[in-house]
């Protein structure tokens, strides 16, 4: 994989919101790289693009993410969380759940 598409997806880590989701053509510009190392992460499976968003915008999941990262602390859910699971409907299981009196979220609470 390009060195550009590798530079870029930890851009992306360190960029995403709570649900692994960012918005790629804002990073690409922010870190002077190219669409096509976006294209190339998505040919990898790094990251998917998510359905019913602007094409221009390039909006992405990342799909390991939520295996590198934790929470806790109260998480705001994604503005794309829907387009998420319209794209990856499996996903909601994996999903931090959001507790309606902003304590942890329900998956990450010790015993």
Partial sequence: MPAGARALYLHLMDESDDDGIVVGAIIIRMANLRNRDLD???DN???VPLV???EK???VYITHWHDCNTYK???VPSKYR???LMTLPDIEN???KVKNDNSLPTDIESS
Avoid: Q
């Fill in 52 to 54: 019913d968003t602007p």
């Fill in 45 to 47: 499976g790094y990251v």
């Fill in 82 to 84: 829907d387009n998420l």
């Fill in 94 to 96: 994996r999903l931090f």
């Fill in 57 to 59: 915008e390039r909006v």
């Fill in 73 to 75: 602390h109260p998480i």
């Fill in 40 to 42: 190339a992460l998505i």
